[in-house]
Each structure stands twice: as structure tokens, then as C-alpha cells.
């Protein structure tokens, strides 16, 4: 664990959803953030909740059959872009080239989540936000932020993340559009 990690308990898909929302309005173009979480934990629905927040009107479903979906993001969102990336069925190298993945790790122009990042373990970014989300019972999950590197980089924002993501789960998402 690294000093700066927290965790916060979600007890339903809306808390989540809620949860997505606070984090959405602290995204900056660039960041990627890795979502980590057996099959059914939650990644999609987080990710929806950013994606409602950005004022994305499309469905945002896991990217199943083409391993990245990308959003423009609505009128006075803090993001470009929304680019939605589903390892899950990954193949291989080939199929991390054919989507540009290194470009992810590169100064993308946009705000990038990643479902299961495992399957591309081998040449993942220098610098993440990983969320790890585990199942804890029928309806609660526990969602553990991490900064990577832990090297005093992610301070100042880990602090506003940390505040938005527990006022988040205490009173609801702030709306910030
Ligand atoms: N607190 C919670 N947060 C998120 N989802 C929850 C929660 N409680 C129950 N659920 C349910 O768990 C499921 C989560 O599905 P979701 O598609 O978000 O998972 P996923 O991690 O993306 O799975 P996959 O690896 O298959 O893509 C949904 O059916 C949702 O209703
Ligand atoms: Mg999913």
C-alpha cells in the first residue's frame, strides 16, 4: 500500500455511479486511469458514472468487440475526450498495436480508463490512477485508489481526489457542469 492510497466502501451500483460522477470533474486531459476488478465488480459501472458527468449521451457499455470506445465529451466538461479501453479480450501484442495503445501512454489528447489492465501488464503507462474494485458482498464493493508512481507527484491531487470521492459517498455527487 502507498501513503497516499485510500479506500472508500461503495453500497450500491448508484454509489458507484455516484462515485464516477466526483471523479469525472477531477480528470485532467492525459490522465489514465486503470480499473482492477474481477468480472461483475463494477468497472463499467464507474465508468458510466464518469461518462454521465462528462456529459456523454452516448451508451457507454463495455467496449467488448472493439476494445476501445471514444467519446466526445459535452460542453464545459474538464476533459477533451473519454477514451474507454476493455482488455478483457485482448490477444496479444498485435491487438494492443492495432489500438494504438502506446498512444494512451503518451500525452493523449483526453482522459483514458482502461478495464482490465492485466492483460497488458507488459507495457502499461509510467503514471496511473489504479482503482481497485472488489467485491465485499451482494451489493457493496470496496474501491481502493492508488497512485502510481508513489513518488510525490500525485500529492496535491490525490488530496482533492480523496475529499471529492468521500463527499461523493457521504452526500451524493456535487454536480459540476
Ligand atoms: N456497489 C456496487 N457497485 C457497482 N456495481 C454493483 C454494486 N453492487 C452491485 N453491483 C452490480 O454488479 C455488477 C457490476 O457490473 P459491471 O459491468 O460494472 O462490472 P465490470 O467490473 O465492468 O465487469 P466485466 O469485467 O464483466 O466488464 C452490476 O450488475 C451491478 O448492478
Ligand atoms: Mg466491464
Redesign the pocket.
Known sequence: MTSESFQIV????E??TSVGMALAGWLHDGDILLLH?D???????LAKGIAEALGIDAVVA?PSFSLVNEYDTGPGAPVTRLYHL?L?RLQGADDLASIGFDDFAGPAKGATIV?WPERAATVLPDRYVLIE?ESTGA???SLRFVPVPDDGWWNHRFVSLRTRIEAAITHGSPPFL
Open positions: 461503495s453500497g450500491s451500483p454509489e458507484t476488478g468480472l461483475g465488480a463494477g468497472k463499467t459501472t463495455s476493455d478483457y478495464e474494485i451489493e457493496s464493493r
